[in-house]
């Protein structure tokens, strides 16, 4: 529905949340300017060429509950590029991986007792049932898991998945973490087999984006590639326009940031010192995600987590599980990630280092692997990835009407207690809608 809306609005970011964004302002008539610092829309859900096919930089699954991604999808026009694949689950632990899909998988997992895989299963159902998440967010996520499932399961199962995550941060974590992931991931499973149905965008998610990209342009909406936005400009505690690195100043009646909380602080002028620090104090985890690409199928899973803290990455996310091989010209892709606190070292190793770390185990989990079957190893990265929430801190998640008339604001800290994901994010695209003038 168009209407004679014609304030002229700026988006700061072109990840998910600011396409998404521009496409629906543009339905209703504002008038759209979209900034990216990066040379391509998507940020985080951003790709790159290999054999002349686009390649996301990082994994990217569409579950079967994301709903509001899904309507989106098929509302852009690309419904068709879906498509669904049961996918499996697997856990490495002392030098085996284990089938973890089924109740029968878990019931017969052989790290754990009898015992304990009821215990654990009794957790997967208690987190089902669990409806008040802001009574869980008080209590640290071990207390929460330990009560039900037990000491041992914690160890062997939840400490390290917990690890794979936060790095070394899982100590601040509150339960809603785990239960909001266990709500998500059961969200995928289908009848009594409990199968798990995933889905994918042909040509990666930046399918969705390029879609969303073209309606924005028929509309008028103007994309400003490889523009930084370096300040807002606001006189009278009014945002009057935004400033681009090269000192230009392009006026807007209003501004929505979907940057990270700190990189918003960082376009503040003097001045709103409470709502700076609020903004600047959010820490984030950072991502160090090599892909490798292989030849051939390296195991049966889409993912696999791993258990055994000396291999320096947390999971095996062997995505052409997922992805139909011929629709990524039969290269086989397994991203290794890991999830790195922010004064982690890692971070800033040099590419050959990160190669030489993580081949070495590689090679250790997987010793039939042989070297002619590995084309190539990249190494991606991004520093601002899962929002570190502390238990206790929910009145310092930030509002999208900002204390700055006319300067609204939507990230991955705001979407809590859901997970970071497109799902989320274009959900919460959809309540900076409603809440604008
Ligand atoms: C390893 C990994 C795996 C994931 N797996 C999944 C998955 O399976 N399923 C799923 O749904 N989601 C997944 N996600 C999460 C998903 O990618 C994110 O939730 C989503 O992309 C976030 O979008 P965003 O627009 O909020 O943020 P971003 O993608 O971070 O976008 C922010 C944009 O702002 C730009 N920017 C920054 N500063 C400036 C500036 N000063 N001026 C202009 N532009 C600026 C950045 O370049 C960036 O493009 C995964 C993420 C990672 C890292």
Redesign the pocket.
């Known amino acids: 529905m168009q209407s004679e809306n014609k304030q002229r609005v700026g988006i700061?970011?072109?990840?998910?949340?600011?396409v998404t964004l521009a496409y629906r302002l543009s339905q209703r008539g504002y008038d759209v300017t979209l900034?990216?610092?990066?040379s391509q829309l998507?940020?985080?859900?951003s790709y790159f060429m290999y054999d002349g096919q686009r390649i996301d930089r990082?994994?990217?699954?569409?579950l079967s509950s994301?709903m509001s991604?899904h309507g989106l999808i098929q509302e852009s026009g690309v419904g068709e590029k879906v498509h669904f694949t049961a996918t499996k689950q697997g856990f490495y632990d002392k030098g085996k991986i284990y089938p973890f899909n089924t109740p029968v998988d878990l019931m017969s997992f052989p790290p754990l007792s009898l015992i304990q895989r009821f215990r654990l299963g009794l957790q997967i159902v208690y987190a089902q049932f669990e409806s008040d998440w802001r009574t869980i967010d008080r209590i640290p996520v071990q207390d929460w898991l330990m009560k039900v499932s037990g000491r041992k399961v914690y160890d062997k199962v939840w400490q390290p998945l917990l690890r794979a995550k936060f790095d070394t941060l899982s100590g601040d974590v509150p339960a809603t973490y785990i239960w909001s992931r266990l709500k998500r991931m059961m969200g995928t499973r289908q009848g009594v087999t409990s199968k798990e149905m995933m889905s994918y965008l042909e040509d990666g998610y930046y399918t969705l984006i390029e879609a969303l990209e073209k309606h924005c342009l028929e509309r008028g909406v103007v994309f400003k590639l490889n523009?930084?936005?370096d300040k807002l400009e606001i006189e009278n505690s009014k945002v009057s326009g935004v400033r681009l690195a090269d000192g230009s100043v392009d006026p807007q009646d209003m501004v929505i940031s979907?940057?990270?909380s700190p990189?918003l602080a960082a376009?503040l002028p003097d001045g709103f010192a409470d709502f700076k620090t609020k903004l600047a104090k959010q820490e984030y985890l950072g991502?160090l995600?090599p892909l490798v690409i292989m030849d051939r199928k390296l195991t049966p899973y889409y993912v696999i987590n791993i258990t055994d803290a000396s291999i320096p990455f947390t999971a095996v996310v062997e995505t052409t599980n997922l992805v139909d091989p011929a629709h990524v010209k039969n290269n086989h892709l397994v991203y290794l990630?890991k999830y790195v606190a922010p004064d982690n070292e890692m971070m800033q190793w040099p590419d050959e280092q990160v190669r030489t770390e993580w081949m070495r185990t590689f090679k250790q989990m997987f010793p039939d692997v042989q070297d002619s079957w590995i084309k190539d190893f990249i190494v991606q990265r991004?520093r601002?990835?899962e929002p570190i929430r502390p238990i206790n801190t929910l009145d310092d998640i930030p509002d999208i009407v900002t204390p700055i008339d006319g300067l609204y604001m939507g990230?991955?800290v705001m979407i809590y207690p859901d997970l970071?994901?497109?799902?989320a994010?274009t959900r919460f695209a959809d309540r900076i809608i409603a809440t604008i003038p």
Not at 12 to 18: H, N, S
Not at 42 to 45: H, I, K, Q, R
């Open positions: 700061i970011g072109g990840g998910i949340m600011g900034y990216e610092r990066g998507g940020g985080l859900a990082f994994y990217h699954t569409i994301d991604m523009t930084a936005i979907t940057l990270h990189g376009l991502v995600c990630p991004a601002y990835v990230n991955t970071g994901n497109g799902e994010v």
